[in-house]
């Protein structure tokens, strides 16, 4: 009996996938009104929170990516909402709004459930994973709300009294944002009450500030304002080394470079942010194997289609799967998402048929 060759199954194998397998999927698109704040994703991917307009009017909308609903707050109700903060599972979305007057109102949306707070004079950035722990920033300065209770968080010493909080872990025990040092604002890293500022990598005079950490506060990223822009860096070791600069794409050269979010996967981080080229803001990822490479294009090699959205910010997922952020297209502003899809199982199983029939052939 003849043998066939492992390409040739191969090849007969992948005749039997079916045609979605391979189909090139669209990014996925949600109608945002008039997208007025940064949008926001939780770590596992599920749940992105955003702010928009009814009119003159705010709004707060979340939209669940596993069920499809999307739900929609405060409509109409309030000026100058925060970015809602998210935690990691996404049951917990919080903020604060200008209601009149001149106080700010808190809120705290729990499982779908929207429940008003106290006052408060916190412009919130992030939050703990049990929601207990706010950190943002007071007037001009960095600060914390534990259960409805505010402090300022430490000052460095000899620095000034410009700072904020802007990425907190899980477990609400490390706080990184910008403090005021020596070398004017500086990265920096609140735990166990003490402040440590992150060394700038271009010297005295730089301004850098970290806005996303790993789950473990080992890996930070953020921008630090060198060669007179904005650079996108990262810092590894709890911030002990680094910053690194995250270049530019090869196939554009951009400016005022930032990071926004970080994924984590076994493979290494990923970490997404924007910069622009011109007037157009255009989001980019960045890992250490393939370097940084625009956006759109990453998710054309994916095999998903973003040819009909501009995209303008990016999120990322724990585990690199799902991105998310504000776009526009014909229509006008809207919030976009997708989802990488993992290897077809046909396609899996294929190509280990194939191993085993090349392994039998050499047997």
Known sequence: MSRIAPFVLLVLLLGLVPGHVFAQAQIQLLDAGDVSLPVSLSADGSTIAWTGRAGSRATLSSHHIPSGVTREYLSGCCNAPSTPAINSDGSIIAGSYFSGGSSRMSYTISNGVLAAGPPTLQFDRAISDDGRVRVGQTGTVASRTDDGVSTILADPPGGGTISVARAITPDGNIIAGTAAGSFGAQAAVWQNGNVRLLQPRFGSGSGSGVTAMTDDGRTLAGFENGDFQPQAVYWTRFGVFGPFVIPSPGTTALTDMQATDIGSTPE??????????????????????????????????????????QLTSALISRDGRTLAGAGQNASGPVVWYAVIPEPGTALLLGLGLAGLAARRDRA
């Open 268 to 309: 290494g981080n990923l970490i997404v942010g924007t910069g622009f080229s011109g007037s157009t803001e255009i989001p980019w990822i960045w890992d250490a194997e393939g370097g940084t490479r625009e956006l759109s294009v990453f998710l054309e090699s994916m095999g998903i289609d973003t040819r009909s959205t």
